[in-house]
C-alpha cells in the first residue's frame, strides 16, 4: 500500500501560478499511474488530468488544458501538478490519486492524498 501526501497549496492571486506536489510512502510511486483531482465547496470532486506510468501519457480535462501540467519524478517518489495562470474558480482543494489495477494508464483511485488547499484571490 503507498501513503499520498499534498502540499504547495497556498493563497494566491489571480493570474499567479503555483506548483503542487503528491509525495508517496510505503511504495514507489513509479508503480502507478497517477491523476489530479479537486473539490471546490459545494460541489463534487472534479477530474483534472493524469499521467500513465513511465510517465509516457498525460491527459487533462479540457477546462485546464493548457494551464495544468502534469509531470512525475520517480526517482523522488513525486508527481507534481503545475498550475498557471490561475483563476478564482481554481479555488478548491486538490487531491492526488494513485491507481492500484496494474495498468498502465489511469483508470480509478485507489489510494488518495488527504488534499492541499488552494485559494486564488481576483
Known amino acids: 500500500q503507498v501513503q499520498l501526501v499534498e502540499s504547495g497549496g497556498g493563497l494566491v492571486q489571480a493570474g499567479d501560478s503555483l506548483r503542487l506536489s503528491c509525495a508517496a510512502s510505503?511504495?514507489?510511486?513509479?508503480?502507478?499511474?497517477v491523476a489530479w483531482f479537486r473539490q471546490a465547496p459545494g460541489k463534487e470532486r472534479e477530474f483534472l488530468g493524469a499521467?500513465?506510468?513511465?510517465?509516457?501519457?498525460?491527459y487533462y480535462k479540457d477546462s485546464v488544458k493548457g494551464r495544468f501540467t502534469i509531470s512525475r519524478e520517480d526517482a523522488k517518489g513525486t508527481v507534481h501538478l503545475q498550475m498557471n495562470s490561475l483563476k478564482p474558480e481554481d479555488t478548491a482543494v486538490y487531491y492526488c490519486?494513485?491507481?492500484?489495477?496494474?495498468?498502465?494508464?489511469?483508470?480509478?483511485?485507489?489510494?488518495w492524498g488527504r488534499g492541499t488547499q488552494v485559494t486564488v484571490s481576483s
Open positions: 490519486a494513485a491507481d492500484n489495477t496494474g495498468g498502465v494508464h489511469f483508470i480509478r483511485g485507489d489510494y
Open positions: 510505503g511504495r514507489t510511486i513509479s508503480t502507478y499511474p
Open positions: 499521467i500513465g506510468k513511465g510517465g509516457g501519457s498525460t
